[in-house]
T-cell receptor
C-alpha cells in the first residue's frame, strides 16, 4: 500500500545551519507530495507541495523536489531560524483527497 | 484569517465512556476530515465527509466511531465506548474542494486521554 517514511527526530540545529529532513514514499502510481508544519499550539499547516515528478515546491525558504527515481521528497532549508522550530510532516495523496502522513520530525533550532 | 477550531484542546475520559470531539471547519468549506495520531506513530486518516455523508473511511473507523454535522457549522466525531487505545491526538480538517491538489486546513487538535 501507499506509505511515507520520515527520518526520526528530534533534529537539533543552531540558527543559520542547513536543514535536511528526509522523506521517502511508497506508492502504486504517481502521488502528490506535501510537507505540513505544526508550530507549538497550532494546527497542521501546508508548507509546500509538488504534484508531479521533478516539481520543486517552495515556501518560506523551504524547498523539496519530487524525485521519482529515488521516491523521495526531502525538505531543505539553507539557513534555519529559531522560529522554524516545529514538527514537520511529510504526506502523500493518490487518487483521493485522503492524506497519508509520516510520523513527523521535530526540529529544534537554538540561537 | 479563517481557521479550523477544535474543542476541547484536551479531554480526559474513563474507559467505556462516550466522547464527542468538536470541530468548526472554515465556513465555505464543503469537505471535512478526521485524522488521529497516537503518540509516536503516524498521523492516520479516519474519515472524510461530504454532503452529509461519509465519503471514505479507514479500517480504524469501526462501529464505535461516528461523525455528524448537526448544524451548519459544527462537525463532530463521536466515540461510543472509549478504549485505552483510543488515546491520541485527533485532528479535524476541512477543504473547499476535493482531489489530490486540494489544500486541507487543519485544526490544532484535541488530545484525548482514556484512563
Amino acid at each position: 500500500g501507499n506509505s511515507v517514511t520520515q527520518m526520526e527526530g528530534p533534529v537539533t540545529l543552531s540558527e543559520e545551519a542547513f536543514l535536511t529532513i528526509n522523506c521517502t514514499y511508497t506508492a502504486t502510481g504517481y502521488p502528490s507530495l506535501f510537507w505540513y508544519v505544526q508550530y507549538p499550539g497550532e494546527g497542521l499547516q501546508l508548507l509546500l507541495k509538488a504534484t508531479k515528478a521533478d516539481d520543486k515546491g517552495s515556501n518560506k525558504g523551504f524547498e523539496a523536489t519530487y524525485r521519482k527515481e529515488t521516491t523521495s521528497f526531502h525538505l531543505e532549508k539553507g539557513s534555519v531560524q529559531v522560529s522554524d522550530s516545529a514538527v514537520y510532516f511529510c504526506a502523500l495523496s493518490y487518487n483521493t483527497d485522503k492524506l497519508i502522513f509520516g510520523t513527523g520530525t521535530r526540529l529544534q533550532v537554538f540561537p | 484569517e479563517p481557521e479550523v477550531t477544535q474543542t476541547p484542546s484536551h479531554q480526559v475520559t474513563q474507559m467505556g465512556q462516550e466522547v464527542i470531539l468538536r470541530c468548526v471547519p472554515i465556513s465555505n468549506h464543503l469537505y471535512f476530515y478526521w485524522y488521529r495520531q497516537i503518540l509516536g506513530q503516524k498521523v492516520e486518516f479516519l474519515v472524510s465527509f461530504y454532503n452529509n455523508e461519509i465519503s471514505e473511511k479507514s479500517e480504524i473507523f469501526d462501529d464505535q466511531f461516528s461523525v455528524e454535522r448537526p448544524d451548519g457549522s459544527n462537525f463532530t466525531l463521536k466515540i461510543r465506548s472509549t478504549k485505552l487505545e483510543d488515546s491520541a491526538m485527533y485532528f479535524c480538517a476541512s477543504s473547499q474542494s476535493r482531489g489530490p491538489n486540494t489544500e486541507a486546513f487543519f485544526g490544532q487538535g484535541t488530545r484525548l486521554t482514556v484512563v
